[in-house]
């Protein structure tokens, strides 16, 4: 079974127009901080304080930078979760691309259209729509809940997570549930499954970035001797492409698999079904895609290569980046020691620049993803439900610590064309997407006011 327009949730106009309203705000975030647009960031902060009143005069509001870290208290003693949001989104690359102009808030009678509309204004929006609501209705949760905005996500949240997860630290904060942006369902994305799935994520793999870099006397380039310092970087870019992370099953995939083979057909099903014995058989079917490799490996993307001035000029330096998203049980250190030992060469410097995170500590999913799951199916019908781990790097490893389950994920059904919008041109999110994300957290509200 699969959402049909006739049984499509919606939105209606106001809540529509809160939401464009947010993405009217340009709140992107800049690699060099000087260059962020202050003026926006409180534009929405306005905007929110508005739409929101009675979040506003029941829940406390801390401010660091732009970050907002609200605490709803609960009745009873202990922290029940905190959910993640952020409002920054990434540039535009080229506006002339877009059906409508990425900041203009387009609402039509299907979609809100904007940078930010699924990455990830929409569930900050969500998020506030639903505690309005419960607060309205006078629901009161259990135990305590903090909502905590990132200003700085794409950046890295350096500056608004980091900050906002320490003073959590400093209360001594210990939730049930950390809750934050990741997994969707997709639908007609994963090879043999016919219904929506849900991703619930658990963790997330790591990041690094290594600089291979070649320093030479240079000179003429009639006379070079033995290879320039391109021609050295160019062979060290090789073998690290060369000799990729072994494939390697960890426990969330192999629980991932377990789950998602149940609404395979077969001739998967029962391929699958042979998972433990037949792993490397797996593993190399699993290699075969990007999106799947990505699940059994430590990826290696070389992104970067300088070099050279002049064509007959020897270079004096050249270097390039390589970037890897680090598999639970790898390490940041174990991709250096990586790189040396397949480079095989001292006169290539190899260091780390730029962030780096470990993967998230293995784990798997715990009673509050069965609550999630449940929840998922309640505001969309029919989808299946798996585990996964998030390929990139999102605010909540900030806060790993501070949970006992940790969570990444938003029930909104999208199909490939809409995970390209991600990032990339035409953002939106369907009335019927939105209307999912807010009825989930209002019966999330719901649960916590019950505690499950
Ligand atoms: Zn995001």
Redesign the pocket.
């Known amino acids: 079974m699969t959402a049909t327009a006739s049984t499509d949730p919606t939105v209606d106009e106001a809540t529509a127009e809160r939401l464009a309203e947010a993405l009217r705000c340009v709140t992107i975030s800049r690699e060099d901080p000087a260059e962020t647009d202050e003026t926006q960031f409180l534009r929405l902060a306005t905007h929110l304080e508005r739409c929101f009143p009675l979040v506003h005069e029941h829940l406390e509001l801390e401010t660091f930078g732009h970050s907002r870290l609200y605490r709803w208290a609960g009745a009873e003693d202990g922290v029940a979760a905190i959910l993640l949001a ?1 409002q920054d989104v990434v540039p535009v690359d080229d506006e002339r691309r877009w059906t409508h102009p990425p900041f203009a808030g387009v609402v039509d009678s299907e979609f809100v259209w904007g940078r930010g509309a699924i ?2 204004k929409s569930r900050v929006m969500a998020i506030l729509e639903a505690a309005e609501a419960a607060l309205a209705a006078g629901v009161r949760p259990r135990r305590t809940i903090y909502l905590a905005f990132g200003h700085d ?2 950046v890295f949240g350096d500056d608004g997570a980091v900050r906002m997860a320490r003073r959590l630290r400093e209360r001594g904060v210990r939730a049930e549930l950390l809750l934050d ?1 990741g997994g969707v369902i997709t639908q007609g994305v994963a090879d043999g499954v016919h219904i929506p799935v849900a991703t619930i994520m658990v963790g997330e793999k790591g990041y690094a970035t290594v600089r291979l870099s070649v320093s030479a006397v240079g000179g003429h380039s009639s006379m070079p001797g033995g290879r320039t310092a391109v021609g050295r970087l160019a062979r060290a870019v090789s073998r690290v492409q060369e000799h990729p992370f072994p494939l390697r099953m960890t426990p969330v995939t192999a629980d991932m698999l377990s789950r998602i083979r149940v609404f395979m057909s077969e001739p998967r099903r029962t391929a699958l079904g042979f998972a433990k014995v037949a792993a490397p058989a797996i593993l190399r079917v699993l290699a075969l895609r990007p999106q799947t490799e990505a699940m059994v490996r430590t990826t290696t993307a070389p992104t970067v290569f300088h070099g050279g001035v002049k064509a007959n000029v020897l270079p004096q330096r050249a270097e390039a980046l390589v970037n890897f998203r680090i598999l639970p049980g790898d390490s940041v250190d174990g991709v250096l020691a990586h790189c040396r030992r397949v480079i095989k060469d001292r006169e290539v410097s190899i260091e780390l620049v730029g962030m780096t995170s470990e993967p998230s500590p293995p784990r798997t999913p715990g009673p509050w993803f069965e609550t999630l799951a449940e929840l998922a199916r309640e505001v969309a019908p029919g989808i299946g439900v798996t585990s996964g781990l998030v390929p990139g790097a ?1 605010d909540s490893r900030h806060y790993d610590d501070l949970a006992a389950t940790r969570c990444n994920f938003a029930p909104i059904i999208l199909d490939s064309a809409d995970l390209d919008r991600i990032h990339g041109t035409d953002e939106r999110i369907s009335r019927a997407n939105y209307a999912r994300l807010i009825e989930f957290n209002r019966r999330l509200f719901d649960r916590l006011a019950r505690e499950r």
Do not use: A, G, S
């Open positions: 952020h990455d990830d996500e794409e942006e999102t």
